[in-house]
């Protein structure tokens, strides 16, 4: 069982949408900045938008004004809202905590592919 479950990736064409959404199943999230991660193949794993318990946000600038992270509490839930996809941003992408992620809290990841 995993404490952090991302969903939401697929396919997609350069131009398109997707929201990604990471459910805590086994912690509870809102008291801890949470931070959405992404890897491409043969790359180091990056942080990619953040946002801290009071609701403020953090973008690398690569996904500015593109991408829109949210949370909501009551469902226990981050999601991720990317706009405008383009090559670069195919990765699994992950949630955990920010800035320090938890090490035992990385999950599978939610594939997300921009081609056309």
């Known amino acids: 069982q995993?404490?952090?479950l991302e969903s939401g990736g697929g396919l997609v064409q350069p131009g398109g949408s997707l929201r990604l959404s990471?459910?805590?199943?086994?912690?509870?999230?809102?008291?801890?900045?949470?931070?959405?991660?992404?890897q491409a193949p043969g790359?180091?794993?990056e942080w990619v938008a953040s946002i801290d318990s009071s609701r403020n946000t953090?973008?690398?600038?690569s996904v500015k004004g593109r991408f829109f992270v949210s949370r909501?509490?009551?469902k226990n839930t981050i999601y991720l809202q990317m706009n405008n996809l383009n090559s670069d941003d195919t990765a699994v992408y992950y949630c955990n905590v920010h800035p320090?992620?938890?090490q035992a809290w990385w999950g599978q990841g939610t594939q997300v592919t921009v081609s056309s």
Do not use: F
């Open 2 to 4: 995993v404490d952090l």
């Open 22 to 38: 990471c459910a805590g199943t086994r912690t509870t999230l809102r008291d801890y900045g949470m931070g959405w991660y992404r």
């Open 43 to 45: 790359k180091p794993r």
């Open 58 to 61: 953090n973008y690398r600038d």
């Open 72 to 74: 909501e509490n009551i």
């Open 100 to 102: 320090s992620p938890v």
